[in-house]
Every structure is written in C-alpha cells, then in structure tokens.
C-alpha cells in the first residue's frame, strides 16, 4: 500500500508543475522502476539432518568384517561410538540448523558392554552424540513395552537396580522416542508420540516415527504383549491432512523398514526389498525418509522422495540437507551423502570416559576366556544360505539339550538373523592369546538371551517349517530365511520349484534316515523361533516343551569343551538354483 500511495503522488504532482527535490528522493527511494524487476523472494531456510539406524549398542569400534566399509579407494575401517560423535560435530560444525535423528534398533542386539546393563550405557552416549528423535525399531521391543518405556523416561532397573553408586539413577533419553503405528490394545493411543514438530526460524518440520509393521513376527512374544503394530503406509498418509492443516508442508519419515541394495555406500542400485514398497506408497507430501532394519547403505530417489540409510553400527552418517520456502514452508531442495566413520580422527573425549566407566563394571565378566577357536567362524553364506558359524550354533544347541533330563534334543533349528557378529581367530585384546574366545565375543554373537526350547515336531511339521523359509500364508517370502540346522539334519531346496513345494522329504535325512513323516522328533531353537519368531508359525505348534539354558550359554559351553574348534564342512544344506535368464 505504500508503494501504491507513492506512486499516486506521483501522478498527482506531475499533473501540476512536477514534484518538488525533495519529494523527488523519497519517490526514487520508494518506488522501483516501472520496467525493474520485482524483489526477489526471501531465501530459502536451510536445516541439517544427520541421520544413522541399526545403532545396536555399540560403543566401541566393531571388529572384523563387521567394521569394513567399501568406499571408492577400497576398504575402509568404520564405526563405534567415540568416532561417531566426532564426526557428527564434524559435519555440523558450519550449519546453524542441525538436527541428529535415527531410524531405530539403538538399542537390543547390543554387545555386553551395553546389555549387560540393560542398555543404558547406549542411552548415555546416544545421550551425550546430542541424538534428538528417534523412531522405535523392532530391537527395542526386546525387553518389552514396560522396559522401553523406563529407556525413555528413566529410573532404576526394577530387578537389577541402580548401577555404580545409589544415586546413579538412569537419566532417561534425553532424545524423543515417536511410533506412530504402535498402539495400546483397548485405547487405542499411540505407544510413544506419532510426530514431533520442529521450527527453524519460524519454518516448521514434521518428523513421523513408524516401526516395524512385522515386528510381532520378529522379537518374542512377550515383548510385544499389549500392543498392535498398524501399516506403515496407512498410518503416515493418515496424519499428512492433520499436519497440513498446521502449515506443515516439510514432513520427514523415520521408518524402521528396510531394503537391499547392490550399490556402494552412497549409491542407489538394484534397490529390492519392502521399503520401497512402502514408501511408494507415501502421500506425495512426504519428503524425506530415513530407513534402517536390514543394515543397508544407500541414498536414493524414488518417486520424488529422498530415501536413506546408513548401515549399522554407526559406521556411517548420512547428512540430508534441506532448503525450505519460508512462506509456502515447502521443501524446495533436498539432498543427501553417506559420510563413512573413519577412525582417522580424534575419540571424542565424553564417549570414552563412558565407555571407560562401564568397562570397569563389566571387566571380570566379558574377560572371561572360554575356550579357543582354530580359525575363523564367520557368518557369510554359502550359496545355498549355510553359515559356517551357524552351523556351530546349532550344534552347540543340541550338545547342551541332548540329555533327556534336559530335554532330549535331537536336532537343532537357529535363524540367521540371531548371529549378530562373527568370532575372528586373529581378534584379540590385553592378556589375550591368538585364538582365544572370551565370553564378551561370544556375547556379541548371541545377545539377545533368548532361553532355549526343545519340543516335538512330526515329520509332517518339520518339513512345513522347511517350507516356511521360503513362504509364508503362501506368499513367498521377499528374501528366503535359511535356518541353520545341526549336524543331524541335511536337505535340498529347490528354487525351480515354487515358493511353498521346494523340499522334497525324500532329500531331507534326520540322524542319517529319510525323514518320516509320521515320527516324531526332538528338535530345540531358541525361545524366538520356538513362539514363530521370523513367521515360523509352525514351530509354535510344537508339543512336550522344555526349556533349557540360554543360548549364549550353551555356545559357551560348547566351545568351551571344543578347545581349538572350528567350523564343520558346509555340506547340510543343499540346493537347486533356478536358472539365470
């Protein structure tokens, strides 16, 4: 209006004699030119996410394949706590808006060091990186609803208590757990908070934490007692109206689903797996998704939306920058790098001394040498899903409940998601020798202290569980399950076959007979698979159950009565591969 009024009086005046001087600076002040062009707009806000998923606890550096990241030069030693936090400071040092969010599994399948304390040395570094939001992945669902919500909140452990001195009470997550597909049974309400709003110089963002829909079918079924996990898709394109409606045009999903990729860290190839279903499925509105779950490294765009994620173990961060119109509140641009986590830059100080404070708590405990180890036992299939560490496992499985006081285990059934790091001949720390194992490492690879259960499976059944690795309800699976079996069962699989018929019982021997389908057997899991754990519904069907010892104690054990022990020939589990067009 004032523009306006000035050049009224321009007008006005030129009808008579012409402005006088001094009217002649404030017009040339005020009003442009007739043939200028109009003022640009107010730049863009710009806002910094820093994101990373599969945190899993840990604190210190991993070790082995599992620290090894490909880059551009070759490989390259990534991850741990300490160097996280450093490059988290390190990449937001010259941005003023920087938020740091993660897609869930923070914590559960974590090293000892972290579970033994229940997970609250993580929070304390999660605490201290300066993380700000988080979705809830499947992993934090381990000790159940009541425990998560004491992760939160704080206070001290109600069996265990406070740990260090009585007023070392746990000080909570300082960071925002969100859920927005997790609810109570009977109410309803959601089990954390669906969205959290951020403003950045009046510019507002949405962050909508979604779990796992299939997190029932992946921890026990006690840890997820009480409440129901709804769509992914559903659920976000339900609150995109309510979060408009509040001006919120910037939404970003943090969304513990993943997907497989054949790219380098920072590439977008041969992208399979439900994620990107999911995200197809997204309200266009949807601007960002952050990913986590299946452990997978890549930044891609599909349909418009940025879709990240970051590996594991921090051994990346992927920094996604926005820029955001300040009065439409869009995003105009948006774009994103994994950073790997190199260990060529200084430990920040603050993670160490907290790693230093629980490794005196936990030293008598995770030093202990069990046993030793001949070489390597690592966890990388072989062509038909057998992993020689597996095959370990199971073995040791049936060693410890092969009594019939115990159990009477025949054969033994472990799923490949359970083996969370490898033992490495050559890994060893202060006091060590070459080639022993100590309860710390045989932790890690079994952390989640799942109780084993031997029960009876006909042949019948047995053989429905073999077809379930490849479908279930007779839907095929997105990426087979290959449960690793103990030395008394063999069989072949056959991928020209349809999902559903590729085992033929003629191919399967148990203790070196065709199998049966009439007999009945004693086969042990542990207490995830035994409840349908990964959808083996079959296995809840199981009858005359016991159960026995904890798994990572029954691999203790077993190593521990194996000096010098490796890896049986990879020859249990056969296959038929279907022929590449």
Known sequence: MKRIFALSLVLCACSKSGPPPELDAAIAADVPALDAPPASPAPPVEVQLLAFNDFHGQLEPPIGKAAIVQSETGPVEAGGSEYLATWINKVSAAHGHTLVVAAGDNIGATPLLSAAFHDEPTVEALNAIGLDISSVGNHEFDEGIVELGRIQHGGCHPKDGCYGTPEARFEGARYTYLAANVVREGSGETLFPAYEVRRFEGVPIAFIGMTLKDTPDVVTAAGVKGVTFRDEADTVNDLVPKLKAQGIRAIVVLLHEGGFTTGRYDQCEGISGPVFDVVKRFDKEVD???????????????????????????????????????????????????????RDVDKAPELTAIIAKYKVLVRGVEARVVGSIGADLNRTPGPFGEIPLGDVIADAQVFAESDPSAGGAEIALMNPGGIRAELIHDAIAAGEKVGEVTFSEVFSVQ?????????????????????????????ERDQPKILQVSAGLTYTWDATRPAGDRIDPAKVMVLGKPLDLAHDYRVVSNEFLANGGDAFDTLKTGTRRKIGIVDSDALDYYIGKHPGLIAPSSDRIKGILAATP
């Open 288 to 342: 960002v998704v952050v990913t986590g779950h299946t452990n997978a490294a890549h930044v891609c765009d599909v349909d418009g939306k940025l879709v990240t994620s970051a590996s594991f173990a921090g051994r990346l961060v992927t920094d996604i920058r926005l820029e955001i119109d300040p009065v439409t509140h869009e995003v105009v641009k948006k774009t994103g790098k994994n950073v790997i986590v190199t």
């Open 447 to 475: 952390p989640f202290g799942n109780a084993l259960v031997t029960m009876t499976l006909s042949g019948a059944q047995l053989e429905r569980v073999l077809e379930e690795q490849f479908a279930v309800g007779g839907k």
